[in-house]
């Protein structure tokens, strides 16, 4: 911290008191002997995260986790990426200073990151979070991920559940193009 006389970043606690709101430090600059007072607090703050049928459940890191250790079964995928990319997300949620946060948000956070550690895992992940409106937006996502080849072959193979007769059916029930998204997994 900086001394609010003459901006030194050095100083001495001369007196510290705790109470149940955090701790009251008296403090002299090392630079100019200015006098000063700090309060630190504790950071418990608590995030909540809003889903769509608003309703509320605490965020913790290790529930984040165990979802991206799900997307990520059976992906080779080196060890502690995941525990990083749950850091990077709290400390960005901690950073916000919000104390309700969107599922959706949570989940772009976590898309990002999967769409550069495993495109497996990424599309498992969306195929569970991420609400897409109908099975021609996530024929669309996955169409995007593949490479020229991998494309090359999928036009040989006319993936059967994207096909024709299937995306021009309208009124796809979010569940069940859920189930179809599944099989090629
Ligand atoms: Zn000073």
Redesign the pocket.
């Known amino acids: 911290m900086y001394?609010p006389?003459?901006n030194?970043t050095e100083s001495k606690v001369i007196d510290s008191r705790d109470s149940k709101d955090g701790t009251r430090r008296r403090r002299e600059?090392i630079?100019?002997e200015?006098r000063f007072t700090t309060y630190e607090k504790v950071q418990n703050k608590v995030i909540q995260i809003v889903k769509r049928d608003e309703r509320r459940e605490e965020f913790t890191s290790a529930k984040l986790l165990a979802s991206l250790i799900k997307a990520c079964a059976k992906r080779p995928l080196p060890t502690g990426k995941l525990e990083k990319s749950v850091e990077e997300i709290e400390s960005i949620l901690i950073r916000s200073g919000k104390s309700e946060v969107k599922a959706d948000y949570i989940g772009q956070l976590v898309m990002a990151r999967l769409k550069q550690l495993d495109t497996v895992a990424y599309i498992r992940y969306a195929s569970v979070y991420q609400n897409f409106q109908d099975i021609e937006t996530f024929k669309k996502e996955i169409e995007g991920l593949l490479t020229p080849k991998d494309r090359k072959k999928k036009e040989n193979n006319q993936l059967s559940f994207f096909g024709e007769k299937q995306t021009k059916t309208t009124g796809l029930q979010p569940t069940k193009s859920l189930e179809m998204s599944k099989q090629i997994f």
């Open positions: 001394c006389n003459c030194n600059c630079g100019c200015a």
